[in-house]
């Protein structure tokens, strides 16, 4: 019979006493590696639905709200997570993103094209996009009509020929959209 490993988890308690210093202390907004694993960035805050070393905030990503207040991130990275999201909560999960950046905060999103290779070789992927999904966030795109989420300025939209796709997105005001 295998040992199950224990690893400890942070209480919900401690977790946001813990981001609460750290939004103190950063009052212009931190940083949220959303789905960091092992691999959390330097001088950003991790979240992801693994206890593992690195990760400050313990949480399914796909399920919002999360333990954070409003307005608290200046940029959140997405390196490689959205194409793990259920098509269903996909719009969820980037409406999440609006509510907890900063006005003008930015969403960075690397993740591999839809198409290519790498989307299909990964048995958990479950969500592919490709450079018109971020228009049904442009409020500028006819596009935008069909479910009408939270409002975001696309500021970036490459595709590479090894497959991956990045995308810059920055948290538009709903007020500030022309009629």
Not at 94 to 116: A, C, D
Not at 150 to 175: C, D, H, Q, S, T
């Amino acid at each position: 019979m295998l040992k199950k490993s224990r690893q400890k988890r942070r209480s919900y308690y401690t977790c946001n006493k813990n981001i609460l210093k750290l939004l103190k202390k950063y009052n212009q907004g931190i940083k949220l590696d959303v789905g960091c694993g092992f691999s959390k960035q330097k001088g950003f805050v991790g979240l992801d639905i693994r206890a593992v070393k690195g990760v400050d905030i313990v949480h399914d990503a796909e399920q919002v709200p999360y333990p954070l207040p409003d307005n608290c991130c200046h940029t959140i990275l997405c390196s490689h997570l959205l194409e793990h999201i259920c098509p269903k909560n996909f719009i969820n999960v980037i409406n999440e993103f609006w509510r907890l950046l900063k006005p003008g905060g930015q969403v960075w999103i690397s993740m591999p094209y839809g198409t290519s290779h790498g989307f299909h070789q990964d048995p958990t992927h479950c969500g592919s996009r490709n450079e018109s999904t971020w228009e049904y966030f442009n409020p500028y795109h006819p596009l935008y009509q069909v479910y009408r989420p939270k409002p975001w300025i696309v500021n970036r939209n490459a595709f590479y020929a090894n497959g991956n796709m990045e995308v810059i997105m920055e948290k538009m005001l709903e007020e500030d959209i022309r009629k």
